[in-house]
Structures are given as C-alpha cells and as structure tokens.
C-alpha cells in the first residue's frame, strides 16, 4: 500500500544521511519514478524533504526533523517476534544483546501492540541451528570483527583453496555469512575488494593504521555481484558416472536435477550423467558419502583415486573375507 510506503520512506530518510532516488527505489522494490511522486506526496503533506544535484547529492530530510510514525504493523510485529539467534550471532558474541535488545524493543512498543508481540511470539519460533552441526571453526574471527568495526588495517596469513599460504595487509570492509560460513570483504592497495574464506584466514593483527571506507561502497549490492561473478567463474570438475536408482536418490541433492531427470533410463533401471562438482577434492569426498551404487565412468584420475581407497579398506578388512567366516 502507498500509505506504508510512505512511511517506510520516511523512515528511511530519517536513519539514513542522505539516499539517491535509485537507492531507495531498490530499498523499497520500486521505479525511480514512484519514489519521485512518493517524495512529491511527502512534501505537500509536510514533510520538508530536498533534493540536490551533483555527485554528492541525494534526497535528505531538513536537519533536526524527526517523524513520530514509529508504530509497527501486524506484520512487522510478526516478523520481529521470529527473530532468532542463529550461529552468527553466538561467532561474533552478540546472542545476548540481541535478546536485550529484543526486549528494549518490545518494552518501547506502544501497549496496544504490545499484546500482539506475545500473540505471535506463542505462535511462530525459528530454530536456525542444525540437527548436525558442521561449522567451520573460525579462530580470528573476533580480530577481524573488530578491525572490520574500527576501520583498522589487518596483517592477514591466508591460505587458499588449493593449500598456499600468502601474507598481505589487508582493508576490511565487512563480514559476510552465507550457509554458516564467514567470509571477509577486503580491498589491498589500490586493487578492487576481494573476497577471502574466514576458516583459511590462519593469522590475523590488527595493526594500528585506520583507512578510509569509500563512501559509496555498498555492501548488500557488492555482494550480490560477486555472487553472481563466482556462479558464472567457478571452477568445473565434470564427473560422469553411471547411477543406480538408490544412488541417484542420494546424488540429487549435489547435481543440476534437471539434467538427472533427463538423463535416459538404461533396461537395469540405471542412468548415465555428467555431474559439476567443481573440484577433484569434492567429488572424491561427495562420492565417498553415497557409498555405492554409482561408478565413475570419467575421468580416469577420479576413478583411480577411488580404486585405490576401496582396495585399501578392503586389504584393511581382510579381503572379501565376511567377518563371520574370520572368526
């Protein structure tokens, strides 16, 4: 509705210094031109926002003016009452100034709505947390955590996917976590920010020299780039293999399921297809979860290299002998 975009808009402006028209279009998921009339609709209802031009321009409310539109909606009080505290938050030490901030929050509410706050908190709860947890060990987080806060220059040892260790000084702009991985967003010298994994970073100082942030680097759309650059870049490892019904069950989760689902269906009821698992190192490992009912028909490193396992375990075993006959 216009009347909750409005008031999202104000709000934005107010925690905000200053916002171009394209970023608070994408902020609130609509054109360049809405947010022009939205701001058109402000103005004649009071609200003294302005705009300037130039490189340094945006739109910005009148210094000192505050809006006391600070009431939530049914969903906005919905969503606040599914906030959890998933493992992020326990990595950088924060799970309980979320729970303390949680109740400030819920303390400031107006106590009309304060009623509706406990009406879904009984009703919806998020567990973020895994059956099995698998999470990397990260041991400088705290150290980058704080340099990423204080716009300190770090002395970063990383090793790298393929094991090689490196040593530069590094600008970290920010922590990001996805699927619970850390990864750091940092920039050295004059080259454009890089992205490095948390748990290879293996020393971490912080050293006492600041930098400065670009002003209009942007987070949230950095990310969403470089994510998009990784998919289209990533390294290909393509594994055919030759599938049993259980196997291709266990191997969908890891593969493109459109492509297994096209793949013909052989008179045994096996399929023959071309997997990307990205690296020799992941196929092997993935490989090794399903257990049996696939081979591994390309390449021929692969399928050595998983030869020489099965023939070890079985030496290690003694042979096809059954336990029971070895007794």
Known sequence: MRADRLVSLTLLLQTRPKLTAGELARELQVSERTIH?????????GVPVYATRGAAGGVALMEGWRTQLTGF????????????????LDDLGLTSALRSGLVKLAASLPALQQPALEYARQRLHVDASSWFPEREAVPHLATLRDAVWQDRRVSLTYRDFEGKPSRKVVDPYALVIKADRWYLVARTGAEEPRVYRSARVEGARMRPETFVRPARFDLPAFWKAWCSRFAEKRAQYEVTLRLTPEALRKI???ADGVRLVAAPLAADGSKTVVVDFEREAIA?????????GFEVLAPE???????????????????????????
């Open 252 to 254: 969908r989760p890891r």
């Open 73 to 88: 909606t049914r969903t906005e009080l919905h969503a606040l009452a599914a906030v959890a505290a998933p493992g992020a």
């Open 37 to 45: 009339r939205d701001l058109d609709a402000l103005s004649g209802a």
């Open 284 to 292: 092997f490992g993935q490989l090794c979860d399903v257990g049996t």
């Open 301 to 327: 490193a692969l399928r050595t290299r998983l030869l020489k396992l099965a023939t070890g375990i079985l030496a290690a075993h003694g042979g096809d002998t059954p336990p029971s006959a070895a007794a």
